[in-house]
């Protein structure tokens, strides 16, 4: 057992090749067997692994400073760099974060878990060092999937202005979380079959030096190439060609499921607690796909966008064979992504464009832009949002969609409560030729109220009065419908009184007729909304009513940026929780 | 004149070559007599005239579709499909918009103005005819300093996917509004120097076909061209050399200076209604950039970022020789910018990023996740904001900085309201090393209190008290401070009570301790901001007050994108006079 006994990255250097070859062996089976228990990022981590013992062989971190795009391949570093607990001993697992973290560690340098930044970012590094006159080199690792994203394209081609050490280390294992897209992945496939010596080079046009590597997953390959780059005085490619999920069958065999996984049974593979006597449960994701599914097969105007992440939003292999052509991954593009949609639905092509809460924040000047200026009616379904749907590492938070979404004018975002509202929301905002349509799709468990909905949704910012009271309105936001219904429950048990309860849907308006009628009855109006208070829906509201008599109280999340919360610690912290809303009514 | 006798696109093709050129001739003229008297980007349509005289030749607009990024080079194209009145007849100078609009013309498919767009909004109209099972080309006509942003870029990676027919008309003049940065100008160079030859090839590397026009201002070789193009079943880019600034000599010679022009005097080239006795009056750009350069000759660690825009924040082409290699243009790449101000400042730099407000919104995701969630503490300064400071076209307005920045966690958002507060608040920020932190650059005409202005900003969300009254405070916000100064002032004069005013200076924070003060004697707060009211600086006040007696006036902007507006008539809209507050104020 080598790995055991490397602490920093200079008992590295200590092995020779072939005691770190077996070092390579140990690295994957903690990567397999920690995935299997605990879940991650798994095809890419098994990837990189000789790739991340040359480097620290190589070079001399932290004076060196290595930055690894998104993160997703970070774990053999992580144990390289004093972080091995954290994924031998399972009392350790949670010890550390799933990306990249300079908290964690001095051998880390961002917190970052957005893709496509990494080499903008060490264009910062690069110059902090010059402009400081340090030494020591900085090095990107950046997977191919990556590449086509914008702020990627942006940095890769002004790395060279810089004119000056960088090393960047394109991963080509031939995929991104699923299938690339994008011209410019003919050009690697190109790059690998004249093993790099082709004269038509993507990198080469932005003006970067280049170096090919046959097999990535070589260490005395890697190893060598690295030497050979090593304090270079220019930016310079090194292309290397890995094997996805190398090391572990399944996950080179299916590269796309395998990217990222829940934690499993290593004999069987199948999710653990995954009972197959149990129904599967219904979820909001799967439900998305079907109506979809159905409704391009009815209408060959209905076109689906996705930015790379097809499986995130329900679109595995087999419904994107039975999508056809009706669906479109533009790759890790977001930017494209919204502008197609735009493109699309100004000419009356019905588009619709899933997007996950925390990557459509990389397309906000394109949501204002190319798409609310022009009034195009496309459909964003905004997946995974709010506290109970995101994800809760502080860089996948989906909180933040209502404040930079809900302030664009002419975009209707829209926030259903259940099935049949979110199937209604959808069937209209298809349908409808009139605006630029979000719908947050309702988070955690599916709710039915196995009726029909109906609902005129063209009057916008009509809200709906579920249930008429005195004194107390509450406003229940999206998913936090359900949480309106406890707080108006309870409040009944304690003081036997009947309050209002609303389901506002439309997240990005008031609904003024509606308030002013409050006005007339009640004194209190409490909104609940699963997001960040500042900039957010219930704001609206209070200051609808800023010149009124009306008690405002708005419920949501504390601005800041929380990191793997436990959401029910998150509820109580920001007392959304049906007793502790009442304790606050009934104070006042 | 043949001009005259052009009312759409058809009338074009009745000319033969050399009626053409005369054609071309009388656009020139009239690009240079309308910037004379009316200002309007100059040098790119003087550049792109035989291109788009050959446009119209040689495909059939609105069947073939044109997009033209960032619409800097559309007026030769609006002359020719029906709106040449605009250009030649003075009268009718304001009855166009700078920009491409669908509302005006069929002939025009988006309105677009922030730059890099053009290819992936293409990509839409591409699918939409394909899946209609339309004809017709879709033709974009792209800059290079366009093609640095990562829209483009994503844009152009994505283009080949869609296996059909799409012209990319590459427009290389050789320069962006400045001069271009990134690598890819060096291939555009070597393009051009072997005349569209070179193995190493951008385009082609995308997976784009390519053809080379060694004179986009030769009006013959540019209908060949296209003619060869038309109908092309795959995507192809054409790269065509002109000469910015074609036909002007001035604008020849100073191609950054006349990109954009106002108004000047046709002989002695002097901007209309400019005194030389006059002193030149201060603005807060020459104020910025003053501050800057001595700030970075006593501190080598100070650096200036910029995207594309240098004259704009104020480095013309003398103070970036002043600058040297303190000040970095990344071109168009405001993702770039963020991650690499973020990237130094990580590492003791000193770094400032000078935007403008409409532009800042293109680097959302960058300012959350790679310079906020790092915590890291760049300095962005944030230009031309808001009504007074913003620009009035739709598609350039700086109003919603406040929603889309103020509610990111740990960004600290300041609004100073007069030259000694926004240099002390630059001086503090450029020094701290705890925030991030965005500084929204005053409005309009300087005001200076000429006292040293001196404030602890390290108390975060700590506001300044300017005059304790009672019953009624006045927030007033940035370059609204003087509005509220005029709306104390006023209401003291009609009641003959002293109110209470407040500068919040933290745009994005609420001063707790202070407003529970105002709880004890006062029972009104108003607050101003120059920016839409949903999401803004006022809504928080108010939530903060929505649980007591407290009632709250915002008063900002409506949630709306409006075109070309008048300063005036938006403030009285928006009840933004002091008389019409006032008014308000006492009927409560």
């Known amino acids: 057992m080598y790995l055991e006994h490397i602490n920093e990255p200079k008992d590295v250097k200590k092995l020779n090749i072939d005691e770190m070859k077996i070092l390579a062996k140990e690295i994957r089976?903690?990567?397999?067997?920690?995935?299997?228990?605990?879940?991650?990022?798994?095809?890419?981590?098994?990837?990189?692994?000789?790739?991340?013992?040359?480097?620290?062989?190589?070079?001399?971190?932290?004076?060196?400073?290595?930055?690894?795009?998104?993160?997703?391949?970070?774990?053999?570093?992580?144990?390289?760099?004093?972080?091995?607990?954290?994924?031998?001993?399972?009392?350790?697992?949670?010890?550390?974060?799933?990306?990249?973290?300079?908290?964690?560690?001095?051998?880390?340098?961002?917190?970052l878990g957005?893709?496509?930044?990494?080499?903008?970012?060490?264009?910062?590094?690069?110059?902090?060092?010059?402009?400081?006159?340090?030494?020591?080199?900085?090095?990107?690792?950046?997977?191919?999937?990556?590449?086509?994203?914008?702020?990627?394209?942006?940095?890769?081609?002004?790395?060279?202005?810089?004119?000056?050490?960088?090393?960047i280390i394109v991963n080509d294992n031939g995929m991104s979380i699923a299938k690339n897209h994008g011209g410019l992945y003919k050009n690697l496939q190109l790059l690998r079959e004249t093993e790099g010596k082709a004269e038509c080079n993507l990198f080469k046009a932005m003006d970067l030096d280049y170096v090919f590597v046959k097999d990535g997953n070589d260490l005395e390959a890697m190893i060598n190439a690295l030497k050979d780059v090593k304090d270079v005085n220019h930016a310079v490619v090194v292309h290397i060609v890995t094997q996805k999920g190398k090391g572990f069958k399944p996950?080179?065999?299916?590269?796309?499921?395998?990217?990222?996984?829940?934690?499993?049974?290593?004999?069987?593979?199948?999710?653990?607690?995954?009972?197959?006597?149990?129904?599967?449960?219904?979820?909001?994701?799967?439900?998305?796909?079907?109506?979809?599914?159905?409704?391009?097969?009815?209408?060959?105007?209905?076109?689906?966008?996705?930015?790379?992440?097809?499986?995130?939003?329900?679109?595995?292999?087999?419904?994107?064979?039975?999508?056809?052509?009706?669906?479109?991954?533009?790759?890790?593009?977001?930017?494209?992504?919204?502008?197609?949609?735009?493109?699309?639905?100004?000419?009356?092509?019905?588009?619709?464009?899933?997007?996950?809460?925390?990557?459509?924040?990389?397309?906000?000047?394109?949501?204002?832009?190319?798409?609310?200026i022009n009034n195009n009616p496309a459909t964003i379904i905004v997946y995974y949002s709010g506290m109970l749907g995101g994800g809760n590492d502080v860089t996948h938070l989906g909180w933040f969609d209502i404040p930079f979404m809900s302030n664009i004018p002419n975009l209707v975002y829209l926030a259903p409560t259940n099935k049949e509202e979110y199937l209604a929301s959808l069937e209209w905002s298809i349908e409808q030729t009139e605006h630029p349509v979000a719908i947050r799709m309702p988070a955690g468990e599916v709710i039915s109220s196995a009726e029909e909905y109906k609902k005129d949704f063209s009057k916008i910012n009509k809200y709906e009065l579920t249930q008429k009271g005195e004194a107390l309105a509450v406003l229940g936001l999206g998913s936090f419908y359900k949480l309106g219904e406890e707080v108006v429950e309870l409040y009944k048990e304690k003081t036997g009184k009947e309050a209002t309860l609303?389901?506002?849907?439309y997240i990005s308006g008031v609904d003024e007729e509606l308030m002013e009628e409050l006005k007339k009855d009640h004194s209190l109006v409490i909104t609940l909304e699963d997001g960040v208070l500042d900039g957010g829906f219930g704001e609206k509201i209070t200051r609808y009513f800023g010149n009124s008599d009306m008690k405002v109280l708005n419920y949501g999340l504390k601005k800041e940026f929380a990191d793997r919360y436990n959401i029910e610690d998150m509820l109580k912290k920001n007392r959304l929780k049906a007793e502790l809303i009442v304790e606050d009514i009934l104070k006042i």
């Open 251 to 372: 996950a080179e065999l299916d590269r796309e499921s395998w990217h990222y996984t829940g934690a499993f049974d290593i004999n069987t593979l199948k999710p653990l607690g995954y009972d197959e006597n149990e129904p599967l449960k219904e979820n909001y994701t799967a439900i998305t796909a079907n109506y979809l599914l159905k409704k391009m097969k009815a209408d060959k105007k209905v076109l689906i966008i996705n930015s790379g992440t097809p499986a995130a939003i329900g679109f595995g292999a087999k419904q994107r064979k039975e999508a056809g052509t009706q669906f479109i991954d533009v790759g890790i593009a977001e930017e494209t992504a919204v502008a197609l949609a735009s493109g699309m639905a100004a000419k009356g092509i019905k588009s619709v464009y899933g997007v996950i809460s925390t990557f459509v924040q990389r397309t906000y000047d394109q949501l204002s832009q190319d798409l609310c």
């Open 29 to 111: 089976e903690a990567v397999i067997t920690r995935g299997a228990k605990h879940g991650g990022h798994f095809g890419p981590n098994l990837a990189i692994v000789e790739a991340t013992i040359a480097l620290h062989y190589v070079f001399d971190s932290p004076k060196d400073k290595f930055v690894f795009d998104v993160s997703h391949q970070c774990y053999p570093h992580k144990m390289l760099t004093g972080r091995r607990l954290a994924f031998t001993d399972e009392k350790h697992y949670a010890d550390v974060t799933g990306y990249s973290n300079q908290h964690e560690s001095e051998h880390d340098h961002f917190i």
């Open 502 to 505: 609303i389901n506002p849907f």
């Open 114 to 167: 957005h893709t496509s930044t990494s080499v903008s970012l060490a264009c910062g590094l690069v110059k902090a060092r010059d402009v400081k006159g340090e030494e020591g080199n900085v090095v990107v690792v950046i997977g191919d999937g990556s590449l086509g994203g914008g702020e990627a394209l942006e940095g890769i081609n002004f790395a060279s202005e810089l004119r000056s050490n960088m090393i």
